[in-house]
């Protein structure tokens, strides 16, 4: 079966009340890996210390309406990009003189190991090459010169990369993850990358910069452009950004760079596992990658049941796109406080929005569990984006059910409500191969980034968590029957911290149709 890697992953490492229970891995601290990627033979170029406010509200850049399409780009509005993309936006000192910087965008368990490239053609101000941006001092290092967009265009089989100002290349650095969460850090990849592509998509959006994504491309030659060593660092995608200009020169072959590196610990562990995951869901050339996006996704499964709709959202309402990312965090304790049924809807219409890529997006069906929000029966759901309305799978309290398929965790008991990604990946797979399991994975983290931009945009919370994966389908079969577990968000409102939390360590029943 096409995709036969990517099944034997997710199976491999789906977290079960069992597996969980017998794992014997332990967090070694002394080898805890450095959180930001260092070169240490390469001159920096220092960016502006002013960034643009965004003053347009969050909702209205998630659904794609921005300022108009700027003549040139200049460095100000690629720092602007850059800093609410990847940039650091908050430091909190302890006692102690232990010292965190927080980054715009959510990472599991903040090892932060999504790394941000430019390749840059024609930005004013900037020498056309090949940049990594490093967060910690806020600088471009220029890893190689020259125009090489026209390389990227090949490797992209998309001439319109050679057009565009710039294009920016998330990569991810395994160690810096998989330290904590091991093999299954290969989901992790493309959680956060797509949580922060949410914010890199609303940010561009409020430029006028017109982004557009691409997931498929030649692995090992974006890895070469860059220099990144592909059985430690790996290209996940491109983001080009920017009106089209004169096209870049064609592409021509680039040599190998290998500048020095700080390393991140004084030794690592290896998952064969997950290195095999990436070079099974690779691509090999040019062909290779328009023979890919020539797949079709599985055709969207209608509701079984009525669908109750939900307000429509007021995309004027909330912060503006700057405020809401300057202000966002992860809530760690959640308040058994109602939420509106307004702003639970504005959450799933955000992470619902189409995905502006080269192939379809809509591969991520939502289920919601509803603890708390006021015109809204408790119960388990599953949302419809095209009438914008929730279908009932069962009324209840699942509270403690909830808290139990989040590893156990009191954040998701103690939501007002938890948002479920699921995929039918089988059918994902035959369409797109093993690099489907990117997809689904990448279009859950992104719903998922849009979920907590809405939320904080709003005035609440969100969280993302993990789960027990056959659980989270049995809860909510028969109607999520041939789906898989991708990702899970919560909202709420924060708790103060005399609050006690919620967590259930009993097996939950499934819900049944009302």
Same mark, same amino acid.
């Given at each position: 079966?096409?995709?036969?890697?990517?099944?034997?992953?997710?199976?491999?490492?789906?977290?079960?009340?069992?597996?969980?229970?017998?794992?014997?891995?332990?967090?070694?601290?002394?080898?805890?890996?450095?959180?930001?990627?260092?070169?240490?033979?390469?001159?920096?170029?220092?960016?502006?210390?002013?960034?643009?406010?965004?003053?347009?509200? !969050?909702?209205?850049?998630?659904?794609?309406?921005?300022?108009?399409?700027?003549?040139?780009?200049? $460095?100000?509005? %690629?720092?602007?990009?850059?800093?609410?993309?990847?940039?650091?936006?908050?430091?909190?000192?302890?006692?102690?003189?232990?010292?965190?910087?927080?980054? #715009?965008?959510?990472?599991?368990?903040?090892?932060?190991?999504?790394?941000?490239?430019?390749?840059?053609?024609?930005?004013? &101000?900037?020498?056309?090459?090949?940049?990594?941006?490093?967060?910690?001092?806020?600088?471009?290092?220029?890893?190689?010169?020259?125009?090489?967009?026209?390389?990227? @265009?090949?490797?992209?089989?998309?001439?319109?990369?050679?057009?565009?100002?710039?294009?920016?290349?998330?990569?991810?650095?395994?160690?810096?993850?998989?330290?904590?969460?091991? #093999?299954?850090?290969?989901?992790?990849?493309?959680?956060?990358?797509?949580?922060? $592509?949410?914010? +890199?998509?609303?940010?561009?959006? !409020?430029?006028?910069?017109?982004?557009?994504?691409?997931?498929?491309?030649?692995?090992?030659?974006?890895?070469?452009?860059?220099?990144?060593?592909?059985?430690?660092?790996?290209?996940?995608? %491109?983001?080009?950004?920017?009106?089209?200009?004169?096209?870049?020169?064609?592409?021509?072959?680039?040599?190998?760079?290998?500048?020095?590196?700080?390393?991140?610990?004084?030794?690592?562990?290896?998952?064969? %596992?997950?290195? *095999?995951?990436?070079?099974?869901?690779?691509?090999?050339?040019?062909?290779?990658?328009?023979?890919?996006?020539?797949?079709?996704?599985?055709?969207?499964?209608? &509701?079984?049941?009525?669908?109750?709709?939900?307000?429509?959202?007021?995309?004027?309402?909330?912060?503006?796109?700057?405020?809401?990312?300057?202000?966002?965090?992860?809530?760690?304790?959640? +308040?058994?406080?109602?939420?509106?049924?307004?702003?639970?809807?504005? #959450?799933?219409?955000?992470?619902?929005?189409?995905?502006?890529?080269?192939?379809?997006?809509?591969?991520?069906?939502?289920?919601?569990?509803?603890? @708390?929000?006021?015109?809204?029966?408790?119960?388990?759901?599953?949302?419809?984006? &095209?009438?914008?309305?929730?279908?009932?799978?069962?009324?209840?309290?699942?509270?403690?059910?909830?808290?139990?398929?989040?590893? *156990?965790?009191?954040?998701?008991?103690?939501?007002?409500?938890?948002?479920?990604?699921?995929?039918?990946?089988?059918?994902?797979?035959?369409?797109?191969?093993?690099?489907?399991?990117?997809?689904?994975?990448?279009?859950?983290?992104?719903?998922?980034?849009?979920?907590?931009?809405?939320?904080? #945009?709003?005035?609440?919370?969100?969280?993302?968590?993990?789960?027990?994966?056959?659980?989270?389908?049995?809860?909510?079969?028969?109607? @999520? +029957?041939? *789906?898989?577990?991708?990702?899970?968000? !919560?909202?709420?409102? @924060?708790?103060?911290?005399?609050?006690?939390?919620?967590?259930?360590? !009993?097996?939950?029943?499934?819900?049944?149709?009302?």
């Amino acid at each position: 079966m096409a995709g036969d890697n990517a099944r034997r992953f997710h199976d491999t490492t789906a977290h079960s009340p069992e597996s969980v229970r017998r794992s014997g891995h332990m967090l070694d601290w002394d080898i805890k890996p450095f959180l930001f990627k260092v070169y240490t033979d390469v001159p920096a170029v220092p960016l502006p210390r002013e960034v643009d406010v965004l003053p347009m509200p !969050a909702l209205v850049t998630i659904g794609g309406d921005g300022a108009p399409p700027p003549a040139r780009v200049t $460095l100000a509005t %690629l720092t602007s990009l850059l800093y609410y993309t990847a940039g650091v936006t908050k430091q909190k000192r302890y006692p102690g003189g232990a010292e965190v910087l927080f980054r #715009a965008a959510a990472s599991t368990g903040a090892l932060y190991q999504t790394e941000v490239y430019v390749v840059a053609g024609d930005v004013d &101000g900037l020498e056309p090459g090949v940049y990594h941006f490093s967060p910690g001092d806020f600088m471009l290092r220029r890893l190689r010169a020259g125009d090489v967009r026209g390389v990227l @265009a090949a490797a992209a089989a998309d001439a319109s990369l050679a057009r565009r100002a710039c294009t920016l290349v998330l990569t991810a650095i395994y160690w810096r993850n998989t330290w904590k969460y091991q #093999a299954r850090g290969y989901r992790h990849l493309f959680w956060d990358s797509g949580t922060m $592509l949410a914010n +890199a998509l609303a940010v561009s959006t !409020a430029l006028g910069l017109q982004p557009r994504l691409s997931t498929g491309f030649v692995d090992t030659a974006v890895d070469h452009l860059l220099g990144v060593e592909e059985t430690q660092e790996a290209a996940l995608e %491109l983001l080009a950004v920017g009106p089209e200009t004169a096209p870049a020169p064609a592409a021509a072959e680039v040599g190998a760079i290998a500048h020095e590196v700080m390393p991140l610990s004084r030794e690592q562990v290896d998952y064969p %596992l997950l290195r *095999e995951a990436v070079a099974a869901s690779s691509l090999s050339d040019p062909d290779a990658v328009r023979a890919w996006r020539e797949g079709r996704p599985p055709a969207s499964r209608a &509701g079984a049941g009525a669908v109750m709709p939900l307000p429509a959202p007021d995309v004027t309402a909330g912060r503006s796109v700057g405020e809401t990312i300057q202000r966002r965090g992860s809530t760690r304790r959640f +308040a058994h406080t109602a939420l509106a049924a307004t702003e639970l809807g504005a #959450a799933l219409w955000a992470a619902s929005r189409p995905i502006p890529q080269d192939v379809p997006s809509g591969l991520v069906d939502l289920y919601v569990v509803v603890n @708390a929000v006021d015109g809204v029966q408790s119960g388990a759901y599953r949302y419809h984006a &095209g009438p914008h309305g929730l279908e009932s799978l069962s009324a209840g309290d699942f509270r403690r059910q909830s808290a139990f398929l989040t590893l *156990e965790q009191p954040l998701g008991g103690d939501a007002a409500a938890v948002i479920f990604f699921l995929a039918p990946l089988d059918a994902v797979l035959t369409a797109f191969g093993n690099r489907g399991y990117r997809l689904v994975n990448l279009e859950a983290g992104i719903a998922g980034g849009r979920a907590y931009l809405a939320a904080y #945009a709003l005035g609440f919370g969100a969280s993302g968590l993990t789960f027990y994966d056959a659980e989270v389908v049995r809860f909510f079969s028969p109607g @999520a +029957a041939g *789906e898989d577990a991708i990702f899970v968000v !919560a909202l709420g409102r @924060a708790a103060p911290p005399e609050e006690r939390v919620l967590l259930s360590t !009993a097996m939950p029943s499934p819900p049944r149709r009302s």
